[in-house]
């Protein structure tokens, strides 16, 4: 197993060891993991860019999880929705924020409204841009005709 995959694998268990935890933030995560392989003799800097590293893994292995098109969403089989809702969502944060990750019992409506209208721009920047290739397509293929 390489060193990327040994850390990947970490960090699914500390998502799961954090059932519990109703809002679980990216940065939680990483600090777990982080403190999983540390050894206390890091300067400074080294423990900044490990905890840096470790945000960036997580964010994208919980987004794979838990956010709508995630390639290991249980609510998604390939390219369509399982039936299943997801156990956690995103909730909506400000430019710049890394994501928090919320317990679906725990979303108020606000929340869950706002992954709704998420799910919705995604749908329709799809078919946007299917209906835009549908025009290529005809454009182009007709003048061969």
């Not at 540390?38 to 590293?53: N, R």
């Not at 249980?74 to 995103?90: E, I, N, T, V």
Request: proline share 3%; net charge negative; charged share 30%.
């Amino acid at each position: 197993m390489s060193v990327h995959d040994d850390i990947r694998q970490v960090i699914l268990r500390k998502v799961d060891e954090g059932s519990a935890i109703v809002a679980m933030p990216v940065e939680w995560v990483a600090r777990a993991v982080y403190d999983e392989f540390a050894t206390g003799d890091e300067t400074v800097h080294m423990q900044w860019l490990g905890i840096e590293m470790c945000k960036q893994m997580a964010r994208k292995v919980m987004a794979s999880k838990f956010d709508a098109d995630g390639d290991e969403n249980p609510a998604h089989q390939a390219d369509m929705f399982s039936g299943k809702l997801q156990d956690r969502y995103p909730v909506q944060r400000a430019a710049g924020e890394s994501p928090i990750y919320k317990r679906r019992e725990a979303l108020t409506a606000a929340e869950i409204d706002w992954n709704i209208g998420q799910l919705l721009k995604s749908a329709d920047a799809r078919q946007r841009h299917a209906d835009a290739l549908r025009a290529y397509r005809g454009e182009r293929f007709a003048e061969a005709a």
